[in-house]
């Protein structure tokens, strides 16, 4: 059974700062690719940034120059690093993570951790 566990959303004011983790766990032989996507209610979810098993990254638009995906594959856990948050950032924020357990690549989803970003 794969789990992926999310930490790190909270409150924050415009112009600071939140980390996210996301860790990986069960039985994966191995990761092609992790990444966070963020929904807000009655919209659809939208990939933020992704980061690909060689380390390739991509980032949407605008959150380029603000946030940073990294990951330890030792770990199996991803983080985002959110600088210089804007309201507009205020979403629930989902780990998602490509792995094969054996059965061929799938896509697991983590629970979500909400984000808020005060003005």
């Known amino acids: 059974q794969v789990q992926l566990v999310e930490s790190g959303g909270g409150l924050a004011q415009a112009g600071g700062s939140l980390r996210l983790s996301c860790a990986a766990s069960?039985?994966?032989?191995?990761?092609?690719?992790m990444g966070w996507y963020r929904q807000a209610p009655g919209k659809q979810r939208e990939l933020v940034a992704s980061?690909?098993?060689?380390?390739?990254?991509n980032y949407v638009e605008s959150v380029k120059g603000r946030f940073t995906i990294s990951r330890d594959n030792a770990k199996n856990t991803v983080y985002l690093q959110m600088n210089s948050l804007k309201p507009e950032d205020t979403d629930v924020y989902f780990c998602?993570?490509?792995?094969?357990?054996?059965?061929?690549?799938?896509?697991?989803w983590g629970q979500g951790t909400q984000v808020t970003v005060s003005s």
């Open positions: 998602s993570a490509v792995l094969d357990v054996g059965s061929g690549w799938k896509e697991y």
């Open positions: 980061i690909r098993s060689g380390g390739t990254t």
């Open positions: 069960g039985s994966i032989f191995s990761i092609l690719s």
